[in-house]
């Protein structure tokens, strides 16, 4: 039942922005990329458990809160020594058996496509997970201008790791160095 009423919360917190001019307009959580992560949290908090990529040009920090309402943790990727805390990706990460996930992705795909209506959508389909041999993921991109929007759900069949959909948000800059920068 409370999982029945997180998809009825996601499918109408989607609903509500009618058109949305830019992708700074889609929020997880009441936030955006382009806001400062300080006007939702302290910098102890920030700070506590950050994860730098291996070049240490951006960092990330996952976040659980008992006030959010739609997820069960967020993760932010923000820019090394920005002491304005410029949230450059976030993503909003619900625990969900794949199946479940599979449906509330069509859903919050279908109300993107209502929000964004110049987005291209490419829909990877079934891929083999990248680290884990027995695992999968389902992605689909929204590109909106040069910024994305992705919806995935992880069908993790690896003891210890749960099935999980995430819906990240993420600035042309944050994608290009994902895509050649992040694991040299």
Do not use: W
């Not at 109408?12 to 949305?20: N, P, R």
């Not at 923000?78 to 969900?96: A, P, R």
């Amino acid at each position: 039942m409370k999982r029945l009423l997180l998809i009825i919360i996601l499918t109408f917190s989607f609903q509500t922005l009618t058109k949305a001019d830019n992708i700074r307009d889609f929020q997880i959580e009441g936030m955006s990329i382009g806001d400062s992560l300080l006007e939702f949290f302290n910098e102890k908090n920030i700070n506590k458990d950050k994860a730098f990529y291996k070049s240490n040009k951006f960092y990330q920090v996952s976040i659980d809160d008992k006030k959010f309402n739609q997820y069960e943790s967020v993760n932010f990727q923000l820019k090394n020594n920005d002491n304005k805390y410029i949230i450059q990706s976030l993503s909003g990460v619900i625990e969900q058996d794949i199946k479940k996930c599979l449906k509330v992705q069509k859903i919050i795909l279908n109300n993107i496509k209502s929000l964004f209506t110049n987005a291209e959508i490419y829909d990877e389909g079934k891929r083999k997970h990248p680290a884990y041999d027995d695992s999968f993921t389902y992605d689909i991109y929204v590109m909106v201008d040069k910024d994305m929007i992705s919806v995935s759900c992880y069908d993790m069949n690896v003891s210890g790791y749960s099935d999980i959909l995430l819906v990240s948000v993420d600035t042309a800059e944050f994608n290009n160095f994902l895509n050649n920068e992040a694991h040299k």
